[in-house]
């Protein structure tokens, strides 16, 4: 052990690049230890000898997943047993607890890149301070009475210099009068963090403090192991389990009456570690809301009579309605939209495999899958749609659309756009929520920037032209053009539009539902519409050279017209106009402005962090390294289930149509042409305005780079 009691403090780095060994080396002078800092880098064989307290070994290439679990176990075995740390990024975090779970990673515990200083200072405490004996604890043990005492959390806050002895002094007389823990009596005066009161309590219990983004990977067939109520009762949740062992996660791991109840309930032994309130509070609402509906679909499941698996008449199809009715299917639907509503979901997809029905949601652009209903109900679940949305119960050979309204919580009214396809194992269905109560139809939220408002409130205030929105599906832009109507809305203008469908219904305007069975096209409503005489016109889309001759014969006569368009960029709008069939001249004289927009998603204000980024990448995208020190992303955490990510916000591509653009439309320029003269008159591309937006901590760089097409 002298050398454990060594002025030396040894790391050895497993795996390492120069950015990990930058990363590590700053996190120690952080600590400002009392000893020697010595850091040995490199493979196995440079640190298999090296006697150390700590070894943090870095998996920085997944494909060496089979060589780094070999390395670990031969260092863990090894002649000095040195506390390991596995680290890892997050895309590979899950992985590594699971392995470690099955007992394959002879790690101590698992850390997701870049290591957080409180999460370091943890390894650190367990890695030298708690391995150094003293006199007492040698002496407690021999005696069998169990080791030192614990310490008292005021020492060790004082130890840690997170307090001075006048702050606990003062927290003390304090607790006397509240009757508070005195770790709550220190953040109640503002003295501490929760996260300082938690690093503390947990040297003090020798136990662990469960890191934000561990929350995201609980599997909720582990989280039911504990009833809701005693949950909830105790505050308290399974996060992971290791044989007959149950780790869970609570905030007070000193609650023996909790403890024995657990222990008694899963007939497992538990090992409760650290966690904070409201991590503890969001995870449990998002479990046990998932166990609620995944018990809901095997009982119906259960109850469910074999003969709906066998329908071979037509006129027996429509029964399946009414068996959907009896078995509680209608439950089931409505626990998939209003959990959808509720996880801020745009999408819905039910997606039948051949042995399972799969329930994916899009949340913030990106599939998550959230349940498997049994294979059985699908059919009934599509029936109870169908019936919902009006469509044919007995087709399931050929695609339908249709739309239904919900409404939630008795008052809040939601629409969905239904999509149905038949596929190799049964119908897919697609919904589309469109929450009029989430819908904000104002300019202030868009995430224009002063200039870009500046130009589309300009360009709103004239009497006659096209506005164009373009982009992808998805994108954006029924926001963008609802929020422009809302601009302009005036008791003294007439405003109609027409739409295929009406997303979204507004006060105070004419909205157009296209209807193709019975005639109804976007070419025979604006010819009627023309004789409504009105001053705002808005078209969901122009798709073909019959609506967009009307568009622009409407904005040459007085109208002011919005419209969508599916292009790349801005510039790109004026070939597509071109490439069906609008002369060059009207094209001119009626474009106002044209706006390409993206999504990107919005990096979680929880647990954002800066880093440095990599000067090639900097390069590339044409940014002074010298000058871009930091960027920044999310490292995942309970808030935004462990993605990094909460919500999304808009890239806007704004190019007013100027005399000198209008020449080059005449002159039928190249859509580079175009686009260069744009820029010169000071247009942002979305990729420019994407990096600015990264540059400001909104977003991450790679979302920009994702959804910008410059090269």
Known sequence: MAAQKSNLFRIALLGYSQKEFEHVTTLVNMLDLERELKLYTGD???????????????????????????????????????????????????????????????????????????RFTQAVQKAVIDKEPDEDDSAGNEAGGGGAPMARLGDLLIHSKAITQENLAEALKFQETSGMRLGDALIELGMITEDQKLSALAKQMRTTVAESNAYASIDINIAALI???????????????????????????????????????????????????????????????????????ARIAQEMDDQIEFIKQEE???????????????????????????????????????????????????????????????????????????????????????????????????DLRVSILPTVFGEKVVMRILDKEAFDKSTANLGFSAHDERIFKTQLAKPYGIVIVTGPTGSGKSTTLYSALQTVKNVTKNIITVEDPVEFHMEGINQVHVNTKIGLTFGAALRSIL????????????????????????????????????????????????????PS???????????????????CVSCKVEYE???????????????????????????????????????????????????????????????????????????????????????????????????
């Open 44 to 118: 196995l064989e440079k640190v298999r000898n090296v006697e150390c307290e700590l070894v943090i070994a870095i998996l920085d290439d997944s494909e060496q997943l089979t060589k780094y679990t070999k390395a670990v176990a031969e260092i863990k075995g090894g002649k000095f047993k040195p506390y390991v740390i596995c680290a890892s990024h997050a895309m590979e975090f899950n992985r590594l607890e699971s392995m470690r779970a099955k007992g394959t990673l002879a790690s101590d515990e698992n850390v997701s890149m870049p290591i957080l200083l409180d």
């Open 227 to 297: 009833p809701e109520h005693i949950a909830r009762r105790f505050n308290c949740l399974a996060i992971e389990k290791k044989d007959d062992e149950l780790i869970v996660v609570t905030n007070d791991a000193l609650d023996l009456r909790m403890l024995d109840i657990l222990r008694d309930v899963t007939d497992l032994t538990i090992t409760p570690i650290l966690g904070k309130k409201d991590d503890i509070l969001t995870s449990m609402e998002r479990c046990y809301r998932d166990i609620a509906t995944q018990s809901d679909a």
């Open 316 to 414: 027996d199809e429509a029964d399946d309605s009414s068996s959907a009715n009896e078995l509680g299917i209608i439950k089931l639907v409505n626990v998939l939209i209003t959990n959808a509503i509720r996880d801020r979901a745009s999408d819905i997809h039910i997606e039948p495999q051949e042995h399972e029905v799969v329930v994916r949601y899009r949340i913030d652009g990106d599939m998550r899958r959230v349940m498997s209903p049994p294979k059985r109900s699908h059919h009934a679940l599509v029936a109870r749609i169908k019936i919902l949305s009006n469509l044919n119960i007995a087709e399931r050979r050929l695609p339908q659309d249709g739309r239904m309204v919900m409404k939630v919580g008795g008052s809040r009214e939601v």
């Open 531 to 582: 004789r409504q005489d009105p001053d705002v016109i808005l078209i969901g889309e122009i798709r073909d050279h019959e609506t967009a001759d009307i568009a622009i014969k409407m904005a040459l006569t007085g109208h002011l017209v919005f419209s969508t368009l599916h292009t790349n960029d801005a510039a790109s709008a004026i070939v597509r106009f071109t490439d069906i069939g609008i």
């Open 585 to 603: 001249l009207l094209l001119s004289s009626s474009l106002n402005l044209i706006i390409a927009q993206r999504l990107v998603r919005r990096i």
């Open 613 to 711: 980024p990599d000067a090639e990448l900097l390069e590339t995208l044409g940014l002074d390294a010298a000058k871009v020190k930091h960027l920044y992303k999310g490292t995942g955490c309970v808030s935004c289930n462990g993605t990094g990510f909460s919500g999304r916000v808009a890239l806007f591509e704004m190019l007013e149509v100027s005399k000198d653009i209008r020449k080059l439309i005449l002159k039928n320029a190249s859509t580079m042409e175009i686009q260069d003269q744009a820029i010169k008159e000071g247009m942002k591309t979305i990729r420019k305005a994407g990096i600015e937006t990264a540059l400001e901590g909104v977003t991450t760089i790679e979302q920009v780079i994702a959804v910008s097409m410059e090269i």
